[in-house]
């Protein structure tokens, strides 16, 4: 792009003017002004002319500052929607700057804890809200939902949960569609429910009603509960949301904006964790941040406002959100400072604890810091991924029970030898018997006999060779004139033949009659 003109300062304003126009790129621009700026007289250009030298006034012109290589050029230059890239580059280096401004203000707030001793007794506050919807605008309205505040220390665990449903307000023209489906598919919360004055009534509540608590009164619960505090945490990338909340709550009810700070929560957890006596026990902020987006806790009951807990099925409450993240950091970091861990209060109350005491076993140096990092106090069962210190104690009573074991373990084997030994000896008498059965057996065994000797001189002729081959039930008839001495010889006990006999032989102990055979 050359050097810019007054015609290009006059596009810019007309489409700020125009909503229509928002999007047009500059080509489009230069169509739709031609006749606007035609119709100007000179007096009204003039003002177009002092932007013009303003801006250059500013800026130095391209080309007047050597670029390195690879390095994009900035200065008079233009994104695709006509936005300066010099504005763009002021805005991120001011955000850049707000999160190490933020990043330091945790660094101090923990250092200071530390060194005075105060560190496990400090109170922290964790913030997540709910929104229908987030607009597209340059500077976004965020509709609030549900607004959800922890108070946490190490030594006390979470203390008190501050938790209201806001009243959504007016809905941005063409948002209606979009808040009902993110209530639907997210946290739940109708758009429209029953709107609760402030009251000081005893009366039981109804958990199955929700009820939507003024601005005014939200505003004043949070400074009651914060107790002075100007510092509460939240993921990163919760952050623009839970100030867009609470600044829709202030402008629309005129109210005075909260004096907080919201700061990032895995920066405390890293600062945490790396302050106990153990040393760098969590390698980074990244680390940090991975620890709290697993979600460890995420299906545990009882979390979720009472609401949300009665009425749903989703895990999306701003209450369970900031009950997670608590109990998240401080299962992470009490571990390190020899808190015990106290169910309900440091870890859900369906994870079995373990207190930590006197007798636990010392990491060596040369451990890593991956191992360091994920012990945890607790017994088996808690959740995926934990690593468990168990008692010296406990180890000496597990090696004691384990001699045992194996002490009744070889007295039941050698009773075990006993009887087997017995049954083999009964087999061995039992197999003695039949051996000598068999033995009486094969002494009065005759050989076996052949078909012929059956017949005995029977002979049968045939003009066809297929009728001598077969001995029907006549033929065989034919000879029962064989001596009854024969018959009774031939008869003998049964007996198994061995694999192998011939094909024809006739088994002892078989009638001879009516039989008949094939060759």
Same mark, same amino acid.
């Given at each position: 792009?050359?050097?810019?003109?007054?015609?290009?300062?006059?596009?810019?304003e007309?489409?700020?003017?125009?909503?229509?126009?928002?999007?047009?790129?500059?080509q489009?621009?230069?169509?739709?002004?031609?006749s606007?700026?035609?119709?100007?007289g000179?007096?009204?250009?003039?003002?177009?002319?002092?932007?013009?030298?303003?801006?250059?006034?500013?800026?130095?012109?391209?080309?007047?500052?050597?670029?390195?290589?690879?390095?994009?050029?900035?200065?008079?230059?233009?994104?695709?929607?006509?936005?300066?890239?010099?504005?763009?580059e002021?805005?991120?280096?001011?955000?850049?700057?707000?999160?190490?401004?933020?990043?330091?203000?945790?660094?101090?707030m923990?250092?200071t804890a530390?060194?005075?001793?105060?560190?496990?007794?400090?109170?922290?506050?964790?913030?997540?809200?709910?929104?229908?919807?987030?607009?597209?605008?340059?500077?976004?309205?965020?509709v609030?939902?549900?607004i959800?505040?922890?108070?946490?220390?190490?030594q006390?665990?979470?203390i008190?949960?501050?938790?209201?449903?806001?009243?959504?307000?007016?809905?941005p023209?063409?948002?209606?569609?979009?808040?009902?489906?993110?209530?639907?598919?997210?946290?739940?919360?109708?758009?429209?429910?029953?709107?609760?004055?402030?009251?000081?009534?005893?009366?039981?509540?109804?958990?199955?009603?929700?009820?939507?608590?003024?601005?005014?009164?939200?505003?004043?619960?949070?400074?009651?509960?914060?107790?002075?505090?100007?510092?509460?945490?939240?993921?990163?990338?919760?952050?623009?949301?839970?100030?867009?909340?609470?600044?829709?709550?202030?402008q629309?009810?005129?109210?005075?904006?909260?004096?907080?700070?919201?700061?990032?929560?895995?920066?405390?957890?890293?600062?945490?964790a790396?302050?106990?006596?153990?040393?760098?026990?969590?390698?980074?902020?990244?680390?940090?941040?991975?620890?709290?987006?697993?979600?460890?806790?995420?299906?545990?009951?009882?979390l979720?406002?009472?609401?949300?807990?009665?009425?749903?099925?989703?895990?999306?409450?701003?209450?369970?959100?900031?009950w997670?993240?608590?109990f998240?950091?401080?299962d992470?970091?009490?571990?390190?400072?020899?808190?015990?861990?106290?169910?309900?209060?440091?870890? %859900?109350?369906? &994870?079995?604890?373990e207190? $930590? =005491?006197q !007798?636990?076993?010392?990491?060596?140096?040369?451990? +890593?810091?991956?191992?360091?990092?994920?012990?945890?106090?607790?017994?088996?069962?808690?959740?995926?991924?934990?690593?468990?210190?168990f008692?010296?104690?406990?180890?000496?009573?597990?090696?004691?029970?384990?001699?045992?074991?194996?002490?009744?373990?070889?007295?039941t084997?050698?009773?075990?030898?006993?009887?087997?030994?017995?049954?083999?000896?009964?087999?061995?008498?039992?197999?003695?018997?039949d051996?000598?059965?068999?033995?009486?057996?094969a002494?009065?065994?005759?050989?076996?006999?052949?078909?012929?000797?059956?017949?005995?001189?029977?002979?049968?002729?045939?003009?066809?060779?297929?009728?001598?081959?077969?001995v029907?039930?006549d033929?065989?008839s034919?000879?029962?004139?064989?001596?009854?001495?024969?018959?009774?010889?031939?008869?003998? %006990?049964s007996? &198994?033949?061995?694999?192998? $006999? =011939?094909r !024809?032989?006739?088994?002892?102990?078989?009638?001879? +009659?009516?039989?008949?055979?094939?060759?």
């Amino acid at each position: 792009m050359g050097k810019l003109n007054s015609y290009f300062f006059f596009m810019q304003e007309q489409k700020r003017l125009k909503p229509a126009w928002k999007n047009k790129s500059n080509q489009e621009l230069m169509v739709l002004c031609d006749s606007l700026w035609t119709a100007l007289g000179p007096q009204e250009r003039v003002r177009f002319e002092e932007m013009k030298k303003e801006y250059y006034g500013k800026v130095p012109q391209a080309g007047e500052k050597e670029r390195k290589k690879g390095e994009v050029r900035v200065t008079g230059g233009y994104d695709a929607h006509g936005r300066p890239l010099v504005e763009i580059e002021r805005r991120d280096r001011e955000i850049k700057r707000e999160i190490a401004n933020k990043i330091e203000a945790v660094a101090n707030m923990v250092g200071t804890a530390a060194r005075t001793g105060t560190l496990e007794v400090t109170k922290f506050y964790v913030m997540e809200t709910n929104v229908f919807v987030k607009t597209e605008d340059d500077t976004p309205i965020f509709v609030p939902a549900e607004i959800s505040i922890a108070k946490f220390s190490l030594q006390e665990g979470v203390i008190k949960v501050y938790q209201a449903f806001t009243v959504p307000g007016k809905i941005p023209l063409g948002y209606k569609r979009l808040c009902l489906e993110n209530s639907n598919d997210g946290h739940k919360i109708p758009l429209e429910a029953d709107y609760m004055e402030p009251q000081d009534s005893l009366e039981e509540e109804d958990i199955t009603q929700i009820k939507q608590t003024p601005d005014v009164k939200i505003f004043e619960d949070i400074r009651r509960f914060l107790s002075g505090s100007e510092f509460v945490f939240c993921m990163l990338e919760k952050t623009a949301q839970c100030e867009g909340a609470l600044r829709t709550i202030a402008q629309r009810s005129n109210l005075t904006q909260l004096n907080i700070s919201i700061l990032p929560l895995p920066e405390l957890l890293y600062r945490l964790a790396n302050k106990s006596q153990e040393g760098i026990t969590l390698p980074s902020t990244n680390m940090a941040e991975i620890e709290l987006e697993r979600e460890r806790f995420l299906y545990q009951a009882g979390l979720s406002c009472s609401w949300h807990e009665a009425m749903t099925d989703t895990n999306n409450c701003s209450s369970a959100t900031v009950w997670r993240w608590c109990f998240t950091v401080l299962d992470l970091c009490c571990q390190h400072y020899k808190i015990t861990l106290v169910s309900g209060k440091h870890i %859900p109350r369906s &994870v079995e604890t373990e207190p $930590v =005491g006197q !007798g636990w076993g010392v990491v060596d140096q040369g451990r +890593s810091v991956r191992n360091t990092a994920n012990r945890q106090a607790r017994r088996l069962g808690g959740f995926p991924s934990e690593d468990v210190r168990f008692r010296e104690e406990q180890v000496v009573e597990e090696e004691d029970n384990q001699v045992k074991k194996l002490d009744e373990a070889q007295g039941t084997a050698e009773e075990e030898n006993n009887v087997v030994q017995e049954h083999i000896d009964k087999v061995k008498k039992g197999v003695a018997r039949d051996m000598k059965g068999m033995q009486v057996v094969a002494r009065e065994m005759q050989p076996a006999g052949t078909i012929s000797d059956c017949l005995g001189n029977l002979s049968i002729t045939s003009d066809w060779s297929s009728d001598s081959e077969f001995v029907t039930l006549d033929s065989i008839s034919q000879a029962s004139g064989v001596s009854q001495a024969r018959r009774v010889q031939l008869v003998q %006990p049964s007996v &198994v033949v061995k694999k192998g $006999v =011939g094909r !024809g032989n006739v088994l002892p102990g078989r009638r001879i +009659s009516r039989l008949a055979a094939v060759f």
